[in-house]
């Protein structure tokens, strides 16, 4: 019971990681229905950024507002120069690839820049765990947890509470009706991609100190993110925290009990079973659209 509790624990820490990057998925998908498909990229460059910043002096605690700054820039380039000329020419699918193409692009960036070899990112709290309900948890993990939530509940204030949020909501509901009311769209647009990019870069510099930094880390991270932002669903908050947990609660079990090398079988078969019953995901609401 002991060991199901620890891996549950590691589980909901790994899962709300997942859930911080699909979030970002979340965000630029409710302003312009595209997604970035560098979230991965922008969550490896914060991570190193971060390293490079911890490395030089700096405290990990300054670091992350940097971390987080750099991240907003990263996602506006990112949209300037692969989105909004898709978006411009109409293109359906024009966006995918250039997003890929730009996180390909940042991740050979970042080799040159750091190397191809993984890096150890220093932890600000102590390493030896401690006891919870019987079980060994991590300062870290409990960090990465409260950290995670709370990045997510300051966006979800961000777009409920101030007027530049609503105009994003606005835009969400209806591009079309949010122009004509004198919001500019385009401006949101690239806006949600910056913050996608700064959640992903903040999720970056929170997991580095439990797992090795390297430039390769966000391809896998962001594929999982992606598959729990389709289990969660795209349109639902609540959706992708649930969609995280479930994923990194059963990655964790599953490595444990069968063999690391089918950690991430119930993960893809879940995201499989979703998109033949239930495509708008297990909390998302079915769009409906008027010809």
């Not at 966006?95 to 050979?108: C, E, H, P, R, Y």
């Amino acid at each position: 019971m002991e060991i199901l509790l620890q891996l549950v624990y590691s589980g909901i820490a790994l899962g709300m990681i997942y859930a911080v990057i699909a979030f970002g998925y979340q965000l630029t998908f409710q302003t312009s229905d595209t997604l970035n498909f560098g979230q991965g990229d922008a969550l490896m460059l914060g991570a190193m950024v971060g390293l490079t910043l911890v490395n030089m002096g700096l405290n990990f605690w300054l670091m992350l507002p940097i971390v987080i700054a750099f991240g907003l820039v990263q996602g506006a380039v990112v949209e300037r120069i692969g989105v909004a000329p898709a978006i411009k020419i109409k293109s359906e699918f024009g966006w995918i690839m250039s997003t890929i193409a730009l996180g390909i692009i940042f991740k050979n960036v970042a080799e040159n820049i750091w190397g191809r070899d993984d890096l150890k990112f220093p932890s600000p709290l102590p390493e030896s765990p401690l006891k919870f309900l019987g079980a060994n948890v991590l300062p870290m993990e409990i960090l990465v947890v409260i950290g995670a939530v709370l990045m997510m509940l300051a966006v979800e204030f961000f777009n409920r509470k101030t007027i530049y949020g609503k105009a994003v909501v606005a835009t969400f509901n209806d591009r079309d009706a949010a122009k004509l009311m004198g919001i500019n769209t385009g401006l949101v647009i690239t806006f949600s991609y910056a913050l996608s990019s700064a959640t992903a870069a903040f999720a970056g510099a929170l997991i580095a100190p439990l797992t090795l930094t390297g430039a390769t880390m966000g391809a896998v991270l962001g594929l999982k993110a992606f598959a729990v932002a389709i289990i969660g669903g795209l349109t639902s908050g609540m959706g992708i925290i649930v969609g995280g947990i479930i994923l990194g609660v059963a990655e964790t079990t599953t490595g444990f009990y069968l063999s690391t090398g089918y950690k991430d079988v119930p993960g893809l078969v879940l995201l499989l079973l979703v998109l033949a019953f239930k495509p708008s995901g297990l909390f998302g609401k079915t769009a409906i659209k008027k010809v």
